[in-house]
T-cell receptor
Framework: AQTVTQSQPEMSVQEAETVTLSCTYD???????LFWYKQPPSRQMILVIR??????QNATENRFSVNFQKAAKSFSLKISDSQLGDTAMYFC?????????????FGGGTRVLVKP | GAGVSQSPRYKVAKRGQDVALRCDPI?????LFWYQQALGQGPEFLTY????????KSGLPSDRFFAERPEGSVSTLKIQRTQQEDSAVYLC?????????????FGDGTRLSIL
């Protein structure tokens, strides 16, 4: 079974600064997807960015980028030019391509607080 | 609707009561997932439907948990004889198909509190 670990329970950052969230995972599979989801107090999980394991190029989405190190099984998220609206819980998630239905395995989350 | 809709948003029940949580997926979405999120933790997979077929129920914690999707659209998660450890947010997600390039769209969840 896959496991996803987020070692930082909480991170704070000044508005306009950069913050990096760490995520490590454990799997024996060679092809899979990795995701970062944002969960504001409204509880809705919002997809931030995703990475296909067979692609070496790191994914980017506007101010969000990842550092994917497949050999190290590491998948960190960098938030640049942090905005107050980025305050939320952030979850790293793994998707096996072997499991029926592509269910997600989530980490425990990192709370990000952006300070004005 | 435009997104995944879950009801009720909040549910309070006494220990031992049965509860039913509803999920309306995005129209046309084939895949539907239920997750359980305990306070301060990440969501954990409960069960998965492809249309009306329940293809994976490996995450259901006990036989008190039952899910159905009889017409391949709306899904209901039922918990019988509720216990305090069932208190959590229950999230529903849907995706267009099983394909790995299809993102899961989540609802706002139902917060269940067992007294």
């Amino acid at each position: 079974a896959q496991t996803v670990t987020q070692s930082q329970p909480e991170m704070s950052v000044q508005e306009a600064e950069t913050v990096t969230l760490s995520c490590t995972y454990d799997t024996s599979e060679s092809n899979y997807y990795l995701f970062w989801y944002k969960q504001p107090p409204s509880r809705q999980m919002i997809l931030v960015i995703r990475q296909e394991a067979y692609k070496q190029q790191n994914a980017t989405e506007n101010r969000f980028s990842v550092n994917f190190q497949k050999a190290a099984k590491s998948f960190s998220l960098k938030i640049s030019d942090s905005q107050l609206g980025d305050t939320a819980m952030y979850f790293c998630a793994f998707m096996s391509l072997k499991a029926a239905g592509n269910k997600l395995t989530f980490g425990g989350g990192t709370r990000v607080l952006v300070k004005p | 609707g435009a997104g995944v809709s879950q009801s009720p948003r909040y549910k309070v029940a006494k220990r031992g009561q049965d509860v039913a949580l509803r999920c309306d997926p995005i129209s046309g979405h084939v895949s539907l997932f239920w997750y359980q999120q305990a306070l301060g933790q990440g969501p954990e997979f409960l069960t998965y439907f492809q249309n009306e077929a329940q293809l994976d129920k490996s995450g259901l914690p006990s036989d008190r948990f039952f899910a159905e999707r009889p017409e391949g659209s709306v899904s209901t998660l039922k918990i019988q004889r509720t216990q305090q450890e069932d208190s959590a947010v229950y999230l529903c997600a849907s995706s267009l198909s099983r394909g790995s390039n299809q993102p899961q769209h989540f609802g706002d969840g139902t917060r269940l509190s067992i007294l």
